[in-house]
Nanobody
Framework: QVQLVESGGGLGQAGGALRLSCAASGSIFKINAMGWYRQAPGKQRELVAQITSGGSTNYADSVKGRFTISRDNAKNTVYLQMNSLKPEDTAVYYC??????????WGKGTLVTVSS
């Protein structure tokens, strides 16, 4: 079994910054992709950013230029640096990993609230 523990959520101000972390532990095989998704009240969960084992990244248009995803393969940890926060970034942020054997896992989520 794989456990994902997210941290770093909380209250931020518009124009400010927050940094999320997600550490994976347990029966971890090679991790192909690590990413962050978010779900705002009344909306569907959406991809925020994803990074592959080779370092290729993919971002939602709404966060390009403001958010940066990175990973530490030795620590099985993925980070999301969120700058220039906007109230519309308010959501529960979920960590996600996809292993090379095809298994995917989700964290329990961390709430990010951005005040205007």
């Amino acid at each position: 079994q794989v456990q994902l523990v997210e941290s770093g959520g909380g209250l931020g101000q518009a124009g400010g910054a927050l940094r999320l972390s997600c550490a994976a532990s347990g029966s971890i095989f090679k991790i192909n992709a690590m990413g962050w998704y978010r779900q705002a009240p009344g909306k569907q969960r959406e991809l925020v950013a994803q990074i592959t084992s080779g370092g290729s990244t993919n971002y939602a248009d709404s966060v390009k230029g403001r958010f940066t995803i990175s990973r530490d393969n030795a620590k099985n940890t993925v980070y999301l640096q969120m700058n220039s926060l906007k109230p519309e970034d308010t959501a529960v942020y979920y960590c996600n990993i996809v292993q090379s054997i095809g298994m995917a896992y989700w964290g329990k989520g961390t709430l990010v609230t951005v005040s205007s």
